[in-house]
């Protein structure tokens, strides 16, 4: 087993100095984000109870079904419209945003501003 390469060090240590500041309740859940190399993840989470009220991921069919993207930001984009719908759905419209240690940047801020677009007050 090799040791973790210190870009991926340095964002576990911003990781955890943010989730010392922030968490989500009932009303005000968390809104995280997770980038890997070809996907995006977002999940809608209350930290009181510990579920995972809504997710979505490139990976979905839902997605996958829509017509193809021009780049990796437009798709993270539609991500994050599709995060804010299910949730305003379910009767959330305000999150606390959770970059994951992740810089605000690219496709972070993408998913932020779909979300915001599409409703969800960040």
Partial sequence: MGAINSKK???LKRKIRIRK???GTSDKPRLSVFRSAGHIYAQV???TKGHTLFAVSTNEK???TEPE???KISLSFFVGELIAQRAI???IKKVVFDRNGFLYHGRVK???DGARKAGLRL
């Fill in 62 to 64: 839902a997605v996958k």
């Fill in 69 to 71: 993207f021009k780049n």
């Fill in 110 to 112: 993408a998913v932020a």
């Fill in 45 to 47: 989470i209350d930290d």
């Fill in 9 to 11: 060090k340095a964002r």
């Fill in 21 to 23: 500041k922030i968490s």
């Fill in 89 to 91: 759905n379910g009767g």
